[in-house]
């Protein structure tokens, strides 16, 4: 599929922090990017499987028709199609000049129990800091975001499905990839939700930063569900 060389991979969840930061990026009102939505069907019948997993897409293009930032919004789906879609997702990812790898950019709000360091959880106690790390060549976009967050170490353990997955298949197709990671708090306090709230719009602001955009805080409809800092979610051994 066509994309911008900026290309920001979200899958959906039942929070909607996805949701979120795909309806949160807008243009800016100064700048002349124009919104294109569209939705594409990936066929995942090569992995056995039947069903076809829907891409909701939004283009941001400026007044030469030149594609700025696509944002690919990946259905919910759980493992082992997840590794499917993913694969077919990121690997349909083509950009506007042929010469140059589109940037992948991939943002998660989590849990600090899904990020680990020789077993030890890595983002405890952090003071909502936005953390990244990258795979692949360095381009413009990710030393920009290099400059905005805070290192994570290559050999940190991803506790959570698709963003273990998709950090390791980009690594594999030596794509630009960066994860870009923000601290999650899952109790219900209203404290955690504010703080919480407070880091996604700092993604968002973020994200915005790499082109013509703005993030609209009242564009976002996020109702985050509490889980338990111990749970761990089926298949992720695979990704470790």
Request: aromatic share 6%; hydrophobic share 40%.
């Amino acid at each position: 599929m066509k994309t911008a060389e900026k290309v920001i991979l979200l899958f959906e969840d039942s929070d909607g922090f996805a949701a979120s930061i795909s309806d949160g990026l807008q243009p800016n009102p100064t700048s002349s990017l124009q919104t294109l939505k569209e939705c594409v069907d990936l066929s995942l019948e090569q992995y056995g499987i039947k069903e076809k997993i829907s891409v909701n897409i939004t283009h941001f293009v400026d007044s030469n028709g030149v594609y700025q930032v696509s944002i690919l919004l990946v259905q919910k789906c759980e493992p082992p199609v997840l590794a499917c879609a993913v694969n077919e997702a990121i690997a349909s990812v083509d950009g506007e000049s042929p010469s140059s790898m589109p940037t992948l950019i991939i943002p998660f709000l989590l849990p600090e129990s899904k990020l680990k360091l020789d077993d030890k959880i890595l983002l405890k106690n952090v003071n909502a800091a936005l953390h990244g790390i990258h795979t692949g060549p360095d381009t413009d976009t990710i030393k920009a975001l290099v400059n905005r967050t805070q290192k994570l170490p290559s050999s940190l353990q991803i506790n959570h499905e698709a963003l273990a997955c998709s950090f390791q298949l980009a690594r594999v197709m030596n794509l630009p990839t960066f994860l870009l990671v923000g601290p999650s708090d899952k109790s219900k306090s209203h404290k955690s939700y504010e703080e919480d709230l407070k880091v996604l719009c700092e993604i968002g602001e973020v994200l915005a930063s790499l082109s013509s955009l703005c993030f609209v805080k009242e564009k976002i409809t996020w109702t985050p569900t509490k889980t338990s800092r111990e749970s761990m979610e089926p298949w992720r051994a695979l990704y470790n």
